[in-house]
């Protein structure tokens, strides 16, 4: 399983990529099923651990992270969401689960399972940092009932990281997160996944009714996991496969315009034509400006340890989110302005070598993924207090004790 | 200078009301209530200021941004009426 210490990960990504993603993205899409055979591939390489710490060394930073994550998105982007989101959730149990939690560490190793997140709930208007359904003590243990519209790739999962109110007197802000295992037996489907896009995610309404130990319960209040780890490898990991799916669908473009049976050689005489090819290029350049960087902020503030205060940072949820913003908007950019160059039969059509219609499908849901109406309405009072003292009631502890 | 008095206080804890939704919650708060415990995270903390701000015509300076400002009603009552007593 643990390939990562002889091979750069980022070229068992490009492998996945090539020999697996490629040939079923397709098949995945037009099926509206779960890429079996991509997740099985991930798991064959190792691909399935990232962010957690091997013992003879490899890289878990958020750059190569990243880099992964286009690698993959840019042959199916279902299958590379399922990873990213996948990641984040071990991402959490690392940096912040207790011993009680690591068994699941164990068996992503030993089997692959996948880990799912269970952040959406109806009526909280998709916030992330609320929750509203409290965990209930019952007996020696807590009750888990919660309703969740969308949830990706629940059907195949082994288990779920859920934020839920951390109890009935508590308010919504008071968010704890909680391990659920499908073999606690109280997990429902409750509908299908039908969408214009992203089907292979299979992001499907749940339902969770079980009864669980006290100590699946994180100690760590939400809000901390979130700032400290979720909101930046979600933000980021999504971002990168947007950008990824975009940068692929280029490079499938341009890697054939100067074949002889090109259809597209006539026009390489075109100024105008090649500085509409040119322009799209500086979408993907500043998608890969802004990732990076936000990146690199994020490995440092790792690397040093930083305290959870140091994440709070107004300036950076600011930058995070709109990495998140940007991406959403300038991938899906890209892949339009390309089918808008390419025409009808290269652009718009099912199944062609360039895969256009289905990335166009698959990204338009980056602006709706969390919605980006929310993030800007956020940034716009951030923005209003930045560098202002502001800094002391936005960073001060919640007062919220870590659960004993 | 009681009235006046009295005016700012309902008018602080109008907007604590609306922005803690404590008429959905049922719920209600005294001058001494903690505000933290009422649900006002980082966010509603900073919609709250904003809020103030408008309703008093005032701006809080960086000395008064920190979290003993919004402990409680009385707290957030004291720095308002200071802002408006310098305002003249």
Known sequence: ?404 | MTSTRDAIREQIFDLLRHRLRLRQRQQDLTINSSLEALGLDSMTAIELLLDLERTFGIMLPDALLTAETFRTPETLEVAVRSLLEAKG
């Open chain 1, 1 to 404: 399983m643990d390939a990562f210490s002889e091979i750069d990960p980022i070229q068992l990504a490009v492998t996945a990529g090539q020999e697996t993603f490629r040939a079923w993205a397709s098949d995945v899409d037009a099926r509206n099923r779960f890429p079996h055979e991509s997740v099985e591939a991930l798991r064959r390489l190792g691909l399935l651990t990232y962010f957690m710490p091997r013992a003879n060394g490899g890289p878990t930073d958020f750059a190569t992270y990243c880099s992964i994550a286009a690698v993959l998105a840019e042959e199916c982007l279902s299958s590379a969401l399922i990873w990213a989101m996948h990641c984040q959730q071990v991402a959490i149990l690392v940096d912040h689960g207790g011993p009680e939690h690591k068994h699941v560490l164990d068996e992503v190793e030993r089997t692959g399972a996948l880990v799912a997140s269970v952040t959406t709930e109806a009526g909280k208007g998709g916030d992330l940092l609320t929750a509203r359904a409290p965990l209930l003590p019952e007996g020696d243990g807590v009750r888990v009932r919660r309703v969740a519209p969308i949830v990706s790739y629940a059907e195949y999962a082994a288990f779920f990281l859920l934020t839920m109110r951390s109890a009935e007197d508590r308010h919504e802000h008071d968010v704890s997160l909680v391990l659920v295992t499908r073999e606690d037996a109280g997990m429902t489907v409750t509908g299908n996944w039908n969408a214009m896009g992203a089907r292979g995610t299979r992001s499907v309404p749940v339902t969770f009714d079980l009864l669980v130990d006290n100590n699946r319960v994180f100690k760590k209040p939400f809000r901390q996991i979130a700032v400290q780890t979720l909101i930046p490898a979600a933000h980021l990991g999504w971002s990168a496969v947007w950008y990824g799916a975009a940068r692929g669908a280029f490079r499938r473009f341009v890697r054939q315009l100067r074949q002889p049976e090109n259809k597209f050689r006539a026009q390489l005489q075109s100024d105008l034509f090649l500085s509409r090819l040119a322009d799209l290029r500086v979408s993907l350049d500043l998608m890969d400006s802004m990732i990076t960087r936000a990146a690199a902020r994020i490995d440092s503030l790792r690397h040093s340890n930083a305290d959870v205060a140091s994440y709070e940072n107004i300036t950076l949820h600011i930058s995070l989110n709109n990495v998140k913003i940007a991406a959403s908007r300038l991938a899906f950019e890209v892949v339009d302005r390309l089918i808008e160059l390419c025409g009808l039969a290269q652009g718009y059509m099912k199944n062609t070598a360039l895969d256009l219609e289905r990335v166009f499908r698959d990204l338009r849901s980056a602006t709706l993924m969390y919605h980006n109406d929310r993030l800007l309405g956020a940034n716009g009072k951030l923005i209003l207090v930045e560098n202002s003292g502001a800094e002391a009631i936005w960073r001060r502890p919640d007062g919220l004790q870590p659960k004993t």
